[in-house]
């Protein structure tokens, strides 16, 4: 089996899930823990494990991105833009104001912005 330094690498809570997996495997083949599972076989679970956990860190981080984009879109998104909307623009770039805060206060993205000064200017 494992020694103590070997298998004190890995953290409590993967410890924990390959724990859960030699019990199920026992109870499966009726055997003890002890005589069921190799050093060799142990490692394979805790990678096993270990792929697992890193599968399903991935998965979250993905769904988070999809919530942020979704959560990205600003009221004026598809929306023509208005006379009115181009002279604020036009004062506010003559005003040294940021593309960063032009967007937020039209309620557009910067490249928005940036594309609609240049645009103007052409």
Request: charged content about 30%; cysteine-free; proline content about 1%.
């Amino acid at each position: 089996m494992m020694t103590e330094t070997e298998f004190g690498q890995f953290n409590s809570h993967i410890k924990k899930e390959v724990i859960k997996m030699l019990v199920h495997i026992s109870l499966e083949n009726g055997t003890s823990i002890e005589t069921n599972i190799s050093e060799k076989q142990l490692i394979e679970l805790f990678r096993a494990v270990i792929n697992r956990k890193q599968e399903r860190i991935a998965i979250e981080k993905a769904i988070q991105i999809k919530r942020k984009r979704k959560t990205v879109r600003r009221k004026n998104t598809y929306k023509r833009w208005t006379p009115d909307e181009d002279q604020l623009l036009l004062n506010m770039k003559s005003s040294n104001i940021s593309y960063k805060e032009m967007a937020r206060k039209l309620g557009r993205s910067i490249q928005s912005v940036t594309n609609r000064i240049y645009m103007l200017k052409h």
